[in-house]
């Protein structure tokens, strides 16, 4: 069974700062394993988006997209998603917003929630770790996603007397 929130990190590990998504993913695995209140929450990471990726899309209620950008205000930046056809709905990386679009006609239903968190790096040069700048920034948006996922964690339930 899928769990209802996914997060999906993308980039080339072998770039520098480009390995922002997949480092967050590799995080946000660790952190959800200590946090067993929140529920189930799946991770994936790949270098690209492509359609086949619309499928990991079925049965969940939120998606958060997370990658690397040039050009995100510091330290991050987060963007409601909404299904569209772009220019990169017929090639071979995808955005998320052509994703979500592939979703809703293979589904023919709207796709999950989603939001994409895109995460300022710096130093994309092939064979680069990533920058000082990229780990502090890669924190400030663990921390973001961690109130994310608990906000979505139903409140206890009174006990009846």
Known sequence: MKAP???FGWGN??????????????AM????ERHPEWGPVDCLTD???QVEHALDLQG???????DASLTASPPFTVETLAP??????????????????????????????????AIRGEDFELGQPLSAMARQHLAAAMA???????????APQKEMC
């Open 47 to 49: 270098f690209q988006l």
């Open 144 to 154: 973001w996603t961690a109130g994310w996922i608990e906000a979505a964690v139903p």
């Open 29 to 32: 695995e660790a952190l959800v």
């Open 60 to 66: 969940r209620r939120r998606v958060l997209f997370v």
């Open 5 to 7: 929130t996914l997060i």
């Open 13 to 26: 590990p072998s770039r520098g700062d480009d390995a922002l998504g997949p480092c967050f993913v590799e």
């Open 84 to 117: 569209a056809r772009d220019g990169s709905f017929t090639s071979h990386a995808m955005s998320p917003q052509a994703l979500l679009q592939v979703y809703c006609e293979l589904e023919d239903e709207p796709p999950p929630e989603a939001r994409l968190l």
